[in-house]
């Protein structure tokens, strides 16, 4: 040993209580001060030595997707003990779907903000993210993968499912197909103000396979979520379970040193698109995804995913894709079932929060017969969920949910009916003089991420009434928006660049040709190259609203396209390190 590395004192890393002290420029009074005052909340010094486990509280009485929280907490806080940890929760925002305004993904960024800086800033050697309805999870991992402490996601689970008049239903692929009736007049105020009261029979998230449930899918995919985690409803003891088990990991994370980036890697990004295919999931999940692959230096190359859908099918059988509910799914096993039926196409070697591998864990997974996951044999829809277009629409792509498509449309050639932003489409989509067909394609600009801003669920355009009343149920549509992983149609989404940025979509006018293939993966304007040129010296950019300060204001300067996952530049590193998934 030489003089000089015996003389150097070993760099202790802090734990527990003593980790990340507040500045006030004597350490010893920092940590005598912070001891004083979490003892006036009756602390004893031998709680306060053990392993710290951060819980991330995102109960909120405007999210009832969240609204088993406490129960959730004070499960984990059992686990936590077990373990012999110490569990201190903790606020951050909350974001609910229908209860943000312009859109809760206009406040997604700011949740992955408030989440990343919590956990640095306060004492904790691991977290656990409470998360579950559609923006807090991609939220919360796009945080913790940025602050790299040892991170565990608990889902909160999916909603129960309802009865109205003898049909199952539930939120909110049932929401949007009883409203379709109401504006097509198949049924009246009573039934759909009665139906309003059946659709959601818990606390708990969306119950298909809508944007909560595949991010929850995902998260366990990933290796982020406990074996099993994704599936359990939100009132059930399982879930309760899970719960515990998550609170007794997380202390063993602490204790290994298991950190977001030995189990973010591009083998579970690439393993995460994977199950995104086969189970059909959201076409938001995707756009989350890259976000949270961006925040670890990966980008996700949407060509390469095209080619993995191709050799994918959809084999969960759950609306919107097909006709089960997330509560099926977990009697079917959950998401292990899936992963189960996929291995061969999987990363086994994928490290998860257990500290096994994914192939580890499955090799414990029972196999048993169930009909909601099917198999390669037999699956809902012979290839992936989600295409991925491009064209001289859409010059840097844009996707289309197939398995949830009508098949009859996917090679399509129409006329466009345009509306210049969400505004002009509602004074004028149900107006009996509109000029519109079945055959026309329905084009909404100006609802991507600058556009809306915040790409806003509005990309499914309602059908306009005068064809709805006529019996007409699904109609080309196409916007730079997105939509509800809970929807279902012939809608292509994501068109990028946006129209606000002086996309292609931007110059489109009505009477326009339009031909989508999806056998092609094509979106193509039927105009001529000088037309567009012509169109294009005439564009004028629509001027940002309120954006003079304030969070809108940072929104309008970083906000990238949907290619970057709409996730704010100063985010993301400076340099990425690869693409996922690696070239096929
Ligand atoms: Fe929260 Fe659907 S509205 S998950």
């Known amino acids: 040993m030489t003089k000089k590395a015996a003389d150097t004192p070993a760099v202790v890393v802090p734990k527990g209580i003593r980790k990340g002290l507040t500045n006030y420029g004597d350490t010893g009074f920092s940590l005598f001060l912070r001891k004083a005052f979490i003892k006036g909340a009756g602390y004893t010094d031998e709680a306060l030595d053990r392993t710290i486990v951060g819980i991330a509280n995102t109960g909120s009485g405007y999210n009832p997707c969240h609204g088993n929280a406490p129960q ?96 199952r239903v539930g939120a909110c692929t049932d929401c949007r197909r009883y409203w379709g009736q109401f504006r097509g007049q198949e049924i ?46 939100a009132v059930t003891s399982d879930r309760i379970r899970i719960a515990e088990l998550t609170g007794k990991q997380a202390v063993e994370m602490a204790r290994s040193g298991l950190t977001p980036d030995k189990i973010l890697t591009a083998k579970a990004f690439e393993n995460a698109l994977r199950v995104l295919l086969a189970i059909g999931g959201s076409t938001n999940g995707i756009v989350h995804l890259t976000a949270i692959a961006g925040r670890m230096g990966f980008d996700i190359d949407l060509e390469a995913f095209d080619r993995m859908s191709r050799e994918t099918p959809v084999l969960v059988d759950l609306k919107p894709s097909g006709q089960h509910y997330m509560e099926d799914l977990h009697r079917a096993g959950g998401l292990q079932t899936v992963l189960h039926a996929l291995r061969p196409l999987l990363h086994l070697d994928a490290l998860t929060v257990t500290g096994r591998t994914l192939g580890e864990e499955l090799d414990d997974v029972p196999v048993f017969s169930q009909d909601v996951v099917r198999s390669f044999a037999d699956p809902i829809y012979p290839a992936g969920g989600i295409a991925f277009l491009r064209g001289n629409l859409a010059p840097e792509g844009a996707i289309i949910k197939q398995s949830a498509a009508d098949p009859r449309l996917m090679e399509h050639e129409g006329r466009a009916v345009v509306f210049e932003n969400s505004e002009d489409m509602a004074l004028r989509i149900d107006d009996p003089e509109l000029d519109v067909n079945a055959d026309d394609i329905l084009v909404l600009k100006n609802i991507g991420p600058v556009g809306a801003p915040g790409m806003p669920e509005a990309g499914y355009l309602p059908i306009p009434k005068k064809l709805a009343r006529a019996g007409v149920k699904d109609m080309v549509r196409i916007s730079d928006g997105r939509m509800s992983g809970t929807a279902a149609g012939t809608i292509v989404l994501h068109v990028t660049p946006e129209a606000a940025k002086g996309g ?58 949907a290619d970057k996952g709409c996730d704010f530049e100063f985010l993301r590193p400076p340099a990425m390190r690869a693409k996922v998934p690696e070239d096929r």
């Open 504 to 561: 292609p979509l931007a110059l489109v006018q009505s009477g326009d040709r339009i031909r989508l293939s999806v056998a092609e993966r094509s979106i193509e304007l039927k105009v001529s190259d000088e037309e567009l040129a012509r169109r294009r010296a005439l564009w004028q950019q629509p001027q940002p609203v309120d954006a003079e300060r304030g969070y809108r204001k940072l929104f309008y300067e970083q906000i990238t396209q």
């Open 72 to 167: 959730l907490i004070e499960a984990v806080k059992r686990g936590v003990m077990m373990a012999g940890g110490l569990a201190i929760d903790f606020p951050t925002i909350s974001v609910a779907e229908s209860f943000s305004t312009p859109t809760s993904m206009y406040l997604r960024n700011l949740m992955s903000m408030d989440t990343e800086e919590m956990i640095r800033a306060q004492p904790m050697d691991a977290v656990v993210l409470i998360g579950g309805c559609d923006k807090t999870v991609p939220a919360q991992l796009m945080g913790a993968a940025s602050a790299n402490v040892p991170t565990i996601q608990l889902i909160t689970g999916s909603m129960l499912t309802g009865g109205h008049r003898g049909v």
């Open 188 to 233: 009246d105020e009573q039934e759909i103000n009665e139906v309003n009261s059946k659709l959601v029979a818990s606390v708990g998230t969306c119950s298909v396979m809508g944007t909560a449930s595949t991010m929850a899918c995902l998260g366990e995919a990933m290796g982020i979520v406990m074996p099993g985690g994704a599936s359990p409803p």
